[in-house]
C-alpha cells in the first residue's frame, strides 16, 4: 500500500515514515505544506494519504476539498491535533475515511491503513 | 477579566479551564508515555519563578500557539534546558537524542512544537465545544529565550490585547522530572462568552 505523508512537522513525517515503513506500507512521498501535498497527490496518485489539518498555507481540510474537484480516489486519514467535533464532521463530510486525533496509539494507525488496505 | 464573572459564571469558568487543562495533561502523558499532574493553577498574571530554570542566564524553550478564530489568545508551554534534554533522553531515539547535526537538531525541535500543538490543542478543544465557538490553533513556533526576558516576554504578549484573561497551569511529571509552565492569555471575549452560557 502506497502512502503519501502529509504534516508541516518534520518530526512527525520521519516518526510517520519510519512507523510504516516497519509495518510493510510504502511511503511513496512527504508533503510539508497545503499545495504540495496537492501537487505530490496528483502526480504520485498514493492509495492512502494521512493529512494534518492545520498547514501553514491552508487547511487540511482545504486540501481534500481541492482534491475532490479532480480526480481523486486515495484514501484520506486525517491526522490533527484538532480535535472538535466539527471538524470531524466537516473532513468526514468532505471524504475522509478516518480522523485520529493527536496524540494516538500507533496501533490504532496500523490497524486502519490494514482495514483500507484489505477493502481495496 | 475573571473578576468581571459571578459566582456562578467564575465556577463555570474554572470549571472549563480545569477540563480544559485537564486534558492537556492526558495528551502530554500519552506523548510522554510517563504520569504528569496539575500541580497548580493560577489566574493572575503571576511573574514566573525564575528559580526552577536553574538560574537567569540559563536557556528556556518557549514554544507559542496562537490561537486563531472567533476567540484571540494565545498559549505558551516553558521548559528549561535541562528538562528539554530530560525529555530528548527520554523520548527520543538514542541515535537522534545524542546527536547535534542540523538534522538531528530540526527532529529535537519539532519534537518539542509537536508536545505543545498536541497540549495546546487538547485545551483548544475543550474550549471549542464547550462553548461553541470556531477556534484552532495554529503551527506553533519555539523561542529559546534567557530566563530573565521570560517575564517579560509574557507582558508584552499580553499587551497586544486589550483586555485579557489569564490562566496559568503548572505541570509536574514526576518520573521524567519535569515541571512546565503552561500559560495562557486570552481576550475578554471569553468572559463573554461564558456569560452567555449561565
Known sequence: ?120 | MMADLNDSEMKVATKLIFDGLSMAKSSMEQILQSPINIEQIDYVNAELDLNRFGGPNQDVHLIKTELMGELKGTSHLIFSEREVAKLYEACLPEKIAKDDSKESMIMKLGFLTEIDNMVSAAVITEFSNFLDVEIYGNVPSLKVLKATELNEFIVKESSEFESIIHFKAVFHGKELDICPDFIWVFHNKFVDKIKKLV
Open chain 1, 1 to 120: 500500500m502506497r502512502v503519501l505523508i502529509v504534516d508541516d512537522s518534520t518530526y512527525i513525517r520521519s516518526s510517520l515514515r519510519t512507523l510504516l515503513g516497519e509495518e510493510g506500507f510504502e511511503v511513496v512521498g512527504e508533503a510539508k505544506n497545503g499545495e504540495m501535498a496537492i501537487d505530490l497527490a496528483m502526480e504520485l496518485k498514493p492509495d492512502v494519504i494521512t493529512l494534518d489539518n492545520i498547514l501553514p498555507d491552508m487547511t487540511g481540510l482545504d486540501v481534500l476539498k481541492t482534491l475532490n474537484t479532480g480526480e481523486f480516489d486515495s484514501s484520506v486519514i486525517m491526522i490533527s491535533a484538532v480535535g472538535q467535533q466539527s471538524a470531524i464532521v466537516d473532513a468526514m463530510n468532505n471524504g475522509a475515511k478516518h480522523y485520529l486525533v493527536k496524540p494516538f496509539d500507533n496501533s490504532e494507525l496500523i490497524a486502519i491503513l490494514r482495514q483500507l488496505d484489505e477493502e481495496s
